[in-house]
């Protein structure tokens, strides 16, 4: 069974802002028992509401007989710096003021968390990992680690991500966190400030995670004879009742802003020169259906890194299909360690 366990950074943590923490913990689950050599270590990071137990949300990957066996693997997964499942974040209390941070909790980069994941790696005393592997938020992260430390990281999968946050999803983000700031509790600071605005952001983002088939086909009304309370409509905000009763609007301001600051280029003379510290073999993944990580953002990555595969997840999920179409995932996985690579799939004339 998965095994979770917390770490605790006891020095001063310095952040790209220049701000700093005063130490800080990181939440993190481990499955499956490292071997002799060490050379079966599995690392994955989480999208933005996830949380380090990966078996909850990516359980089709994980498991007896699956494409990750922990008979056969070392799994860690770290919930991220600012989040909400056991990792300091804005709901943790200051131990300068021994009250919680909430609004004064300091901005945190992609780069910025991968670096107190490299703190948990040293910790665990892991020299080399064989496989980073994230989507989403989770893929920046792992691209921005796998560039801060590429002599650690053999292979890299990075699943409906880009190298840069586009202009096109900080957009989306910025429209979830109006709807935040436009909650009047927001500017209080309680646990459950921005709660009701959170639902609305949770909404919007529904509709940049999801496609216009997905709701065509499980949310149509049955008949013609509706005029309101639509199954659209109400799926909508049970979606942010959802999310609201797990999550707090403190950290998703917080990890949204972490995707939007998502530039490995930044400091290392632009993208393209920056990919070329890259020195695992990639694989880039994407969703055909995806409008919020569209697949161009991972076909160009491909076209950017020598000897990388791509790999196209056909899906009606849009970027959900990340999560959700896991038997395609995994058998691009399975195709990338036996062949060394994974054979492009002809994407060129289909309309996305």
Known sequence: MPEHHTYHYQKQFRLESGATLPGFQLAYTTYGQLNSQQNNVVWVCHALTGSSDFTDWWGELFGPGKVYDPTDWFIVCANTLGGCYGSTGPLSVNPKTLKPYFHDFPQLTNRDIVTAFDLLRQELGLEQVHTLLGGSLGGQQALEWALLQPDIFKRLIHVASNAR????????????????????????????????????????????????????????????????????????????????????????????????????????GGVEKALQRLKAKALFVGVDTDILFPVQEQQWLHEQVPGSSFHLIRSNYGHDGFLVECDQLSQAITLFYENDSVPTLNYENHAY
């Open 165 to 268: 946050h586009s202009p096109w999803g900080i957009a989306f983000n910025e429209s979830q966190r109006m709807a935040i700031r436009q909650d009047p509790s927001w500017s209080s600071y309680s646990e459950t400030a921005g709660q009701e605005g959170l639902k609305t952001a949770r909404a919007i983002a529904m509709l940049s995670y999801r496609h216009y088939t997905t709701y065509e086909q499980t949310q149509q009304e049955p008949g013609n004879s509706i005029t309101d309370n639509f199954r659209a409509a109400t799926y909508q905000v049970y979606q942010g009742e959802k999310l609201a009763n797990r999550f707090n609007a403190y950290t998703y301001w917080q990890l949204s802003k972490a995707m939007d600051s998502h530039n490995i280029g930044r400091d290392r």
